[in-house]
Structures are given as structure tokens and as C-alpha cells.
């Protein structure tokens, strides 16, 4: 559903760009023009630029297939809604945190509720 009266992302772009860190967007609910308007930079999953960390804020559908551990550029990954497989993103020496949970070795210990994982096709 294309809304932001709930979602997080335009607060957390702007907090991290206060401190000097530069974000790009993707998001498949809204076109380019769209995320132009509301003044974050889009950016297209087949032409991800090198960044030092990604966050998920939200699952879409359109991820499922994404590698998201194909990155050599990438240090650390965000997982805001426990969809990916902690310890494929680790494994890939990529840093996985969790919101809530931490890293993928606190989640070895057992995670306090149960969080889905989306499978492709």
C-alpha cells in the first residue's frame, strides 16, 4: 500500500543526512518523480551504487529475488523487518543487524518473537 503517514523512512533519511551521511531510495510503490518530490535521491536495484550500508525499512515483493549479500561494497545491512537470513548476510562478511535483535549471533540465541521470512516464487 503507497502511504507515509505510517512509515518511518522520511525520518530516518533525514536524521541520517543531518549527520552528514548521503541516502538513496528505493522504493517500489513510488515512481522516481515521486521520490524526487519528496527530496530523497531514488535509486534502481539493478544499478545500486557501492554504499557502505543498506537498511530494509519495509519488505516488498520485488526483493525476494534481490541478493542482497552480493555486495562487496557493503559493511553493513539493516534488517528492519527480520525477513533476511542472518547468517547468509554475515557469512558474506557483511555486518547484519536486526532492529530489536541485534546481530546475527544474538539471534542465535533465540529470537524473542518469530520473525517471518519471505521465500521467492
Request: net charge negative.
Amino acid at each position: 500500500m503507497k502511504e507515509l503517514h505510517h512509515s518511518p523512512a522520511l525520518a530516518l533519511v533525514g536524521e541520517l543526512e543531518r549527520h552528514g551521511v548521503r541516502t538513496v531510495v528505493n522504493d517500489p510503490l513510488f515512481s522516481d518523480a515521486e521520490l524526487r518530490q519528496l527530496k530523497l535521491e531514488p535509486v534502481r536495484l539493478d544499478n545500486l551504487p557501492a554504499v557502505d550500508a543498506v537498511v530494509l525499512n519495509s519488505f516488498h515483493a520485488e526483493y525476494a529475488n534481490f541478493d542482497f549479500t552480493d555486495s562487496s561494497w557493503c559493511r553493513v545491512l539493516v534488517d528492519g523487518p527480520g525477513v533476511l537470513d542472518a547468517h547468509a548476510v554475515e557469512a558474506a562478511g557483511i555486518r547484519y543487524i536486526r532492529v530489536g535483535l541485534g546481530s546475527a549471533d544474538r539471534l542465535s540465541e533465540g529470537p524473542r518473537m518469530a520473525a517471518p521470512r519471505f521465500r521467492a516464487g
